[in-house]
């Protein structure tokens, strides 16, 4: 377990960065702001003695010489701390990109900063990261995976002006190599990449889209289906949720659809709850998970890792409907009736004891405030 500071903490790889060491039950990072890194003295004293320093933060858009500009200006800020360090840290691990000195102001200002931080004497990683994609990326600003996503799930529809082939890493992967942990059935640090070009990928979200529009499920037959539609439901949450299920009546009874399975695996569940008793209390960081309670009344509370919203889903058997969990999100099922609680529960993988991709985590108490966007 190793003690880390990191930059860029609340972008997007620095947030699920921290997700991730949040999984593994390391601790919460040390957060060096940009206000910090302005500041020599203040970086020296954050990363004093700390196992690793990992540099995170960078200016992806904006005007090519001010995009050019922040990104040497981050790297030897921090290099300038760590100068001033007494006791410097062993290692620093840059989020440095595949598109390093390949003669654009980004590639440029990305290389520019490798070799200042090398300068340092402290051992250095340097990571070539290709695009990354992955839950709760800025639209038109992290990647083209989470604009395409916005837009469709706001209703409209990607046009590609320019095809080309993208190579495309999920960000907990990423997340991975950088902190340096094996591989955990869940993520995987070796950044296996799914190489598709624009078209085809908008076609397969478009799809994604598509079928889950009425609440079905996209075909999920690898590990990158799963993180494409984990992506797109992070762009549809909360807005288009619970979604009502439909249901038929006659003589006999009524029959509740509750699942609509396009392809991949899956185990539906059931469970019964007593009143007032929780289940739940954790997040997972792949798994595709569904509520549908059937009989009684409940509440599903959830808060995304790292934030402090708690948002609550009054839910009831009288008018079924599903609420899919949204990835790295905490969640629980509180029984809030008098009766006893009846609940469907499906997931897109069979459980597997070893694996179970369920990191225990409290809705109404969260661990230290989030760091702003952009820190």
């Given at each position: 377990m190793l003690r880390l500071a990191v930059t860029g903490a609340g972008g997007f790889l620095g947030w699920h960065v921290r997700v991730l060491l949040r999984a593994l039950g390391w601790p919460e990072p040390t957060v060096l702001t940009r206000a910090d890194l302005a500041d020599p003295g203040m970086v020296a004293a954050k990363v004093s003695g700390v196992d690793r320093v990992l540099h995170l933060?960078?200016?992806?858009?904006?005007?090519?010489?001010?995009?050019?500009?922040?990104?040497?200006?981050?790297?030897?800020?921090l290099a300038d701390g760590l100068k001033h360090c007494a006791n410097p840290p062993a290692r620093v691990i840059y989020a440095n990109s595949v598109q390093a000195g390949n003669g654009t102001p980004y590639g440029d200002a990305k290389a520019s900063a490798a070799r200042v931080l090398a300068s340092t004497g402290v051992d250095f990683d340097d990571v070539l990261l290709p695009n990354l994609y992955g839950e709760h990326g800025r639209p038109y600003y992290n990647s083209a995976v989470a604009t395409f996503c916005r837009m469709l799930a706001e209703g409209g529809r990607p046009e590609v002006h320019a095809d080309r082939e993208l190579s495309l890493v999920h960000v907990t992967d990423a997340a991975a190599r950088l902190i340096g942990v094996p591989s955990g059935g869940t993520w995987d640090p070796t950044m296996p990449a799914l190489r598709i070009g624009v078209r085809d990928l908008v076609d397969r979200l478009t799809g994604v889209a598509t079928t889950y529009r009425a609440g079905e499920i996209p075909p999920l037959?690898?590990?990158?289906?799963?993180?494409?539609?984990?992506?797109?439901?992070?762009?549809?949450?909360?807005?288009?949720?619970?979604?009502?299920?439909p249901r038929r009546a006659d003589a006999r009874g009524e029959l509740v659809e509750t699942v609509k399975a396009h392809g991949g695996a899956g185990q539906t569940f059931c469970s019964t709850t007593h009143p007032g008793i929780t289940r739940g209390e954790h997040f997972h960081l792949a798994k595709?998970?569904?509520?549908?309670?059937?009989?009684?009344?409940?509440e599903i509370s959830l808060r995304r890792v790292g934030d402090s919203e708690v948002l609550r889903f009054p839910v009831s058997g009288d008018e079924p409907v599903l609420v899919d969990m949204p990835t790295m999100w905490a969640h629980r099922l509180t029984n809030t009736g008098s009766d006893e609680l009846v609940t469907m529960f499906w997931t897109n993988e069979l459980f597997d004891p070893d694996r179970p991709d369920t990191w225990p985590e409290p809705v109404e108490a969260p661990r230290p405030a989030p760091v702003a966007v952009g820190a």
């Open positions: 933060a960078g200016v992806n858009r904006g005007e090519p010489a001010d995009v050019a500009a922040g990104n040497v200006q981050l790297g030897a800020q037959v690898d590990r990158h289906d799963v993180r494409l539609f984990n992506t797109y439901r992070s762009h549809c949450f909360p807005a288009h949720y619970p979604l009502a299920l595709v998970e569904r509520f549908v309670v059937l009989r009684g009344s409940a």
